[in-house]
């Protein structure tokens, strides 16, 4: 991870089943844990993914390589969250919930995609982009949309 063109921490991912699926190594306490904020274009719209790999297939992107974290003291001021497709996941529940109750954009995953992740859904020949577009919700419809898509 880089910021200001600095060289701030590193993060790790288990390619295999591992009871640990990433490691993150922060060079700097007060550093941002974000992939990618020195390539965005912080005044256009900034897409918020879970992890550094999905983030590279979009254009204008950041990943939070900690799940969570206010990006808002960081310059970015029309994020659009990504969480991945786990509609059973009560973490995931409670960060898509915190977003819309912040009054922020979140994609909510249409029903017919089965993939976990943007890597696994262009892995599968999904439009990414398209389908984020299309897919992206603020304020009642975005409550209404995550209450049909969670599973729990």
């Not at 063109?5 to 390619?15: D, E, P, T, V, W």
């Not at 990618?36 to 900034?46: A, E, I, M, P």
């Not at 439009?127 to 599973?151: C, D, H, P, Q, R």
Request: hydrophobic share 35%; aromatic share 10%.
């Amino acid at each position: 991870m880089f910021y200001e063109k600095n060289l701030i921490g590193f993060q790790g991912r288990a390619l295999g089943i591992n009871k640990i699926k990433y490691i993150t190594i922060m060079l700097y306490e007060d550093a941002p844990k974000i992939y990618g904020l020195d390539d965005v274009k912080k005044d256009k719209t900034v897409y918020v993914t879970e992890g550094p790999f999905d983030s590279t297939f979009l254009s204008n992107a950041i990943a939070l390589c900690g799940a969570d974290g206010d990006i808002s003291k960081w310059g970015i001021c029309d994020p659009v969250w990504i969480y991945d497709n786990e509609p059973r996941n009560s973490e995931i529940h409670s960060r898509i919930s915190k977003c819309i109750d912040r009054g922020e954009k979140v994609v909510i995953w249409p029903n017919n995609i089965h993939e976990k992740d943007i890597n696994d859904m262009i892995l599968s020949g999904h439009n990414v982009k398209e389908m984020i577009e299309s897919n992206t919700y603020v304020g009642l419809e975005a409550t209404l949309k995550f209450t049909t898509w969670k599973k729990i």
